[in-house]
């Protein structure tokens, strides 16, 4: 099993950033490949941005390429997103996942474990 706990979340005006948090526990992190989803009201959810197990491969929505940034710090057992230049479309609330494998995916049913979320609004 593996735990994950967000954190990050916030109110910002458009144009601002903000760096959500993804804190894991349980099985050996850095095993795992790693993704981040949100989900707009009514909207299903979307894929945003997933990493290897290593680092050293990320993949974005277009969306948010060059906008958003994932990264990973296997000693801390964290995974982060740094979101610049947001826009009011970037609201949603945003999950964190993990897939028991080495490989990141764009779908959300690859994934085999879930965060609770974390609320962003970004206000025009």
């Known amino acids: 099993q593996v735990q994950l706990v967000e954190s990050g979340g916030d109110l910002v005006q458009a144009g601002g950033s903000l760096r959500l948090s993804c804190k894991a526990s349980?099985?050996?992190?850095?095993?795992?490949?790693m993704g981040w989803f949100r989900q707009a009201p009514g909207k299903e959810r979307e894929f945003v941005a997933a990493?290897?197990?290593?680092?050293?491969?990320?993949n974005y929505a277009d969306s948010v390429k060059g906008r958003f940034t994932i990264s990973r710090d296997n000693a801390k057992n964290t995974v982060y997103l740094q979101m610049n230049s947001l826009k009011p479309e970037d609201t949603a609330v945003y999950y964190c996942?993990?897939?028991?494998?080495?490989?990141?995916?764009?779908?959300?049913?690859?994934?085999?474990?879930w965060g609770q979320g974390t609320q962003v609004t970004v206000s025009s």
């Open positions: 349980g099985r050996t992190f850095s095993s795992y490949a």
């Open positions: 990493i290897r197990w290593s680092g050293g491969s990320t």
């Open positions: 996942a993990a897939r028991a494998t080495i490989v990141p995916a764009t779908t959300a049913s690859l994934y085999n474990y």
